[in-house]
């Protein structure tokens, strides 16, 4: 009998930062450090809380060599849930200072992420993050850096950071940057904010949104995403957390497949969140009554969302047939 750790999982929507282990911290701080000081309460008031808990980890990142040796923290975690692939995600401006430049940063990343397959036989990409607090120069000059490495362990682009305080209209210029490098990207959007900021993301040409939990707030957009395969990168622990769905309302993921929208289930943050792929997968089948088989048609979205190439998705289509036989 096979349990939920045992099936092969993919994780879409990972944040580096936010999934670093408290063994990993605690080796770069040089101290112990509390569960209060890396995990936001899951009676959390906020996004704008839940944000806080990232200043701790993010300090931890600011060298090359703790770069890559975070990037293998994650994918080691990723192993033992059976995670197949995944794309880690993280803002490069955030780890940038005086002794590290895009380069440094961008080859640290690229260098865990390849070293972590070797290692633990788990496949990545990396996606980096536009912040909503930062300038315009300071994202468009980390998009065009990291354009450079799209194919070589970069895969896409994101928007992340406060979307009720910074919502998509102002981000115009980042999705014409993006179109105009031929950049795929993902948003975050109708995480906290309004479904309007999905529509806007989803009209200047983003794949997958990042949560996207008020969808269903428009009909309309509601069609469109379904007939032109957009998907949604669902993270029901964090998004409890940071109250996109309160509780005792319905959580969408049931809702959207059952309308054929392109749903995956992936764990945002391990460490902030308090989570793996294996306990997101718990949840949705005891409490959101998803089938077995339906973890099967979940994994098959991701793979088909995922921004890796054919020969990535060809080795994960065979993992799970291989499972289904
Ligand atoms: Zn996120």
Known sequence: MNTLNDLPKIDLHCHLDG?????FIESKLERPVSKDELTAPYDCSSLAEYLTKFDLPVSCILTKANLKEAVLDVIRQAKENNITYMEIRFAPNLSKNENLDYKDIYEAVIEGSKEGQNKYGVMSNIIICAMRHHSEKQNLDMLKAGREYLGYGICALDLAGDEAGFPNENFAYLFDAANNLEMPFTIHSGE??????IKIAVEAGAKRIGHGICLSEDRELMQYCRD???????CPTSNYQTKAVMEGMEYPLRRFLDYGIKATVNTDNTTVSNTTMTREYEFITSKLNIAKDELVLLYKNSIELSFANDDVKNILVKTISAYEK
Do not use: D, M, P, T
């Open 19 to 23: 999934s670093l282990s408290r063994e």
């Open 192 to 197: 906290c904010g309004r479904v309007k900021n």
């Open 228 to 234: 032109k395969s957009i998907g949604f990168e669902l």
